[in-house]
């Protein structure tokens, strides 16, 4: 069973960066302790920029000195030194340092832009031999016809042989499309049985530059602007040298104007364009030249409402400028959530992790992590693909994670508002919902059938059929009735809206599951090494011993819908029998409601959170206990416990808590907090979408 894999390319420009993330994101879905390597970096005092890629996307905690073998100034006095021999042998020490600290290692090789670039693959083929890996070997497509792709291929398998290396594919990288299915057919067969091929087309997309990448190889000052819009993408770059009436007309969606500190009316003008409906977004502004921008221009820019662009300044002139951009290399860096989102959804598209992974015999690993746990949720979410409603769908933290989400193919997704605002908003941020479905509350087909519907269901209540068609234009009763009647499976919302005002219409009209008598929720907390499931820590205050037990069956349910074993813990200031007092009494109370309703489940109570997580506690205060010191599920005696308890642990122990997840509903709808980031955003839709797998 291999423990590592390696990714080598037979030329320049190959793109390894991207398989690296495709195959690392394949990888930690798996593997616990996994590990990234390079033989060959630039600097070790400057972090490799595909490492630096890996390293935070994946959050592995290894020193970056320790993810090399030698920068290349340490490679070339070796060389100078005319002591070759100690390259391979200093480069696999390093490696085998690395190897004893995880369960597998991905490998990526050299970069073509070395002193060794002459016999460079063959220096990786000869690393791969020494640390023991397979080669998965990537061949450039980029301006190859369908025969230069074979013939480069041919040669790379013929080196291969003569090293006696272990290898496990080839993946054609950046091939022209109408390419794709013939490069494929043919390489098929042209190859042994078992051998894996895959072919991955050129996306124009991960070529461009963003801002970001430009301001930091031309060491640009920012003198407005925030790191959001730094990962806006360069469709084009202009020079303004001309008249500003020509200028307007020759800006496109994405142009990076560059143009001199003094030019105060173009600057004026461009800055403009952000906030007219008339004129394309351009990606940002750079400002040329030895002298600093018109005070008058600063002053004016300054006192408008925030403007989504960064506006750079250089001291180098203009055409310098300019050809100092076209030598930038373009980049995936990890602060480019939305460009990571594109890079791993083209990866998944033509390159099937799970074959490669069992060609070197991955072994899953018994532990969870926080990372392999979302990715989990992710492919569980794509298996039977949902559709959610999100009634938010002004809020620039929505619109970010439906474009997410929509690169990534996990779900369909409605967004309720108005259309023009909608997609006048994703265009100023940059982004691509043009596959999401949008819904006016004010402008659409349904209201008066969900309408009729919701009077029918309240009139008992004293509800009239107009206040029951005013209610259609609420986003939350809107979204709501779209889960009710089955045009959506379920929906998120609460990033702008308070929880009442984002569950109170379920409570009104989904209801409750059969023989569930209030709804809960849980969060999902994801630790080093596990997930435990905490509740209730957002919906009720004081639940009494009755709705505690509905609370801890809802949990088991949530767990078991979310592959984690359940093992109850009902929470408590006392362990076992000692403990007397009113609140005591309640978990205790709570604890035999459940094993009579439910004798299957594995349940301890009252116990406190140290016997409940902490083996040799349980040893000492619960022995023989099937569930003390294991525990899965934390069910807390009220929201004050539950809430501050959640809060703590993700506080202090860096814990990812996704949540809240509402329990006991008859169909998902779950809230966000008003603070959420993007990321829970995109977890809590996916959680529903698993949520409704099960309905």
Known sequence: ??????????????????????????????????????????????????????????????????????????????????????????????????????????????????????????????????????????????????AEVLDSVQVMKEMLAQQNASQIGTIVNRANQRDVTSIKALLDKSTSDGDLNFVIPELEMLQKLSIRQIAESLKAKVIYGDSEHMNFVVNDVKIAAMGLENILKYVSEGTLVITPSDRLDILSALALTLISGNYPKISGLLLSGDFEPNDEFMRLIKGLQKLPINILKVDTDTYTTAMNIDHIEAKLLPENEQRISIALGHFEEYVNGKQLAEKVTIEKSEAVTPLMFEYELFERARTVRKHIVLPEGTDDRILKATDILLRRNVVDITLLGNEEEIFKKASTLRLNIKAANIIDPYDNDLAREYASEYYRLRKHKGITKQTAFDLMHDVSYLGTMMVHKGHADGMVSGAAHTTQHTIRPAFEFVKTKPGVSIVSSSFLMCMKDRVLVYADCAVNPNPNAEELADIAISSAETAVKFGIVPRIAMLSYSTGESGKGTDVVKVREATEIVKKRRPDLKIAGPIQYDAAIDLTVAQQKMPGSDVAGKATIYIFPDLNTGNNTYKAVQRAANVVAIGPVLQGLNKPVNDLSRGCLVKDIVNTVVITAIQAQGD
């Open 1 to 146: 069973m291999s423990r590592n894999l390696y990714i080598a390319a037979s030329e320049a420009e190959a793109g390894k960066s991207l398989i690296a993330l495709g195959m690392m994101d394949y990888l930690s879905r798996r593997i616990t302790k996994i590990g990234f390597f390079r033989p060959i970096v630039k600097s070790g005092e400057i972090m490799d920029n595909h490492v630096r890629l890996i390293r935070e996307r994946f959050k592995l905690e290894v020193a970056y000195k320790d993810m090399y073998g030698l920068t290349s100034d340490e490679l070339n006095q070796l060389i100078r030194n005319g002591d070759n021999d100690s390259i391979q042998t200093i480069i696999l020490n390093k490696y085998k340092k690395l190897e004893s600290k995880c369960d597998f290692v991905l490998i990526e090789g050299s970069d073509f832009k070395s002193h060794i670039s002459s016999f460079e693959f063959d220096f990786n083929i000869r690393v791969a031999n020494n640390v023991g890996s397979p080669i998965i070997a990537v061949i450039s497509g980029k301006r190859k016809n369908v």
